[in-house]
């Protein structure tokens, strides 16, 4: 894929780009994941294209992928003779729109088909006129939003209650937004270095959770509240007694709870959500996979089978990020990211 600059005419309204070219030259990353950002450094002589260091607010992505965004920052160093642009990626620009609480309401909340609540939250949240609201699933959702929440947030919370996906695509014509239907393509796709021969593959397991955790309440010295807990078997009301030699504990300190039990039970859980039980123990397993072959294109939130054959680990991993490099006109390297999934 070339990597496409594309300047448009902002300041008069048009909706044309005035000058596009490819970046032959350099090295692009994007980072689809916690960052959202990407960069582009490449040695910089007379001769070469007049219009890069003229590309701030301006655009420059992998053409057909959501691999780019909009340049935000620019460094020229004169002695190395480098410039560097760089800037938040499409889902990155999400995170500069807060979804603003309206007048006389405690919360943003809607009800409605999909298409209108993302309509209404883009027009709310202020989204530029050639962000264009593409493929939608048909489905009502209903959803109270945290209060002054950004944009990106509120769509990942639709996301994750109604497993949806988001898609983002650079064309001619402005910024392709879509959010439909994640896809779980366990049945169809397993990852191993047997079927391709341009991935790598990394599992990591951890293991370390706590088997233990002492709740502190209310009250000073002996008459603060103290309770135990314990994983095994689930989170559960335990004692001082149970604390074997070698088990792991942790504190959870709420001095202003009156349900410390409640409170600590559901904290527990929230640590040991991610920790997902096999015949070996308890894990929470991570892999990466570094991809050079074509016919692997998988968007974040979808779900996919990997094997790693040494160890005979077959795990159901949901896609959380992509790491994408590519240097010169070189073809571009896609790490996927991935989290176990409970129930495949």
């Not at 209903?142 to 002054?148: G, I, L, N, P």
């Not at 074997?244 to 009156?258: F, K, L, M, Q």
Request: aromatic share 12%; charged share 25%; with cysteine.
């Amino acid at each position: 894929m070339d990597l496409i600059y594309t300047a448009w005419d902002f300041a008069n309204n048009g909706n044309d780009p005035i000058e596009s070219g490819v970046l032959k030259r350099g090295t692009f990353d994007c980072d689809i994941d916690d960052g959202n950002d990407f960069s582009f450094l490449s040695s910089y002589d007379v001769g070469d294209d007049p219009y890069l260091p003229m590309l701030i607010d301006q655009y420059i992505f992998l053409e057909g992928t959501e691999y780019g965004g909009l340049v935000t920052n620019r460094k020229i160093d004169k002695q190395a003779r480098t410039i560097e642009l760089s800037g938040l990626t499409f889902r990155g620009y999400l995170d500069t729109k807060i979804v603003i609480v309206p007048s006389g309401r405690d919360f943003y909340t809607v009800n409605a088909d999909l298409r209108s609540v993302i309509r209404e939250l883009f027009r709310d949240c202020y989204m530029p006129s050639y962000w264009i609201i593409d493929d939608v699933s048909n489905i009502t959702v209903s959803y109270q939003f945290d209060r002054y929440c950004t944009l990106s947030k509120a769509l990942n919370d639709l996301c994750e209650k109604y497993k949806l996906k988001m898609m983002f695509r650079h064309e001619n014509d402005g910024i392709h937004f879509s959010i439909v239907k994640l896809d779980n393509l366990t049945r169809e796709v397993e990852l191993s270095k047997e079927d391709y021969d341009h991935i790598s593959l990394t599992i990591t397991q951890k293991g370390d959770y706590p088997n233990f955790m002492i709740a502190l309440g209310k009250g000073e010295l002996q008459a603060r509240e103290v309770l135990y807990l314990s994983s095994l078997g689930g989170v559960n009301l335990s004692s001082r007694d149970a604390i074997y030699e070698g088990a792991r504990v942790i504190t959870y300190e709420n001095t202003s709870s009156d349900n410390l039990l409640t409170d600590a039970t559901n904290k527990f859980n929230e640590l040991m959500a991610n920790f997902v039980a096999s015949e070996y123990g308890s894990y929470i397993t991570t892999a990466e996979i570094n991809s050079y072959d074509d016919s692997i294109e998988l968007d974040i939130g979808d779900i996919v089978n990997i094997f790693e054959p040494i160890f005979s680990v077959r795990l159901s991993v949901k896609i959380t990020g992509k790491l994408i490099r590519k240097v010169n006109q070189d073809k571009e390297v896609i790490t996927y990211k991935f989290t176990e999934v409970h129930n495949g």
